[in-house]
């Protein structure tokens, strides 16, 4: 789970950059701040995210890319519209952005005591 929430976190800064309408859209149906047990809506987007990217065994920098990747693929198969966020993730990320996420990510399993994957 660690990985899919610094993945979401990182999306949510971009938002907060950019507010794209499809990210918006995207991020309501995978946040994992909606129900009781921290756990996304839309299961699916975790289980590819996990299927890509999981175990998330790479550094911190390199998840910015990993995002950019998952967010292409899903722009190619479901139509979404991720152009804005994918410049910031080439562009503007920055290690201290990184380093949020990761700390909300770990605040948000310790709050619903979600094990890590």
Request: charged share 25%.
């Amino acid at each position: 789970m660690d990985s899919f929430l610094v993945f979401f976190y990182i999306l949510e800064q971009c938002y907060i950059l950019c507010h794209e309408d499809d990210l918006g859209g995207f991020l309501g149906a995978i946040s994992p701040e909606i129900w009781e047990d921290g756990k996304p809506i839309d299961i699916a987007v975790y289980n590819d995210w996990q299927n890509q990217n999981a175990p998330m065994e790479t550094e911190i920098e390199s998840v910015p890319k990993q995002i950019y990747e998952f967010l292409d693929r899903y722009e190619t198969n479901f139509g979404y519209d991720f152009s804005k966020t994918k410049k910031i993730l080439t562009s503007s990320i920055t290690k201290d952005m990184l380093q949020e996420a990761k700390k909300k990510a770990a605040i948000q399993q310790i709050r619903f005591n979600v094990n890590p994957v």
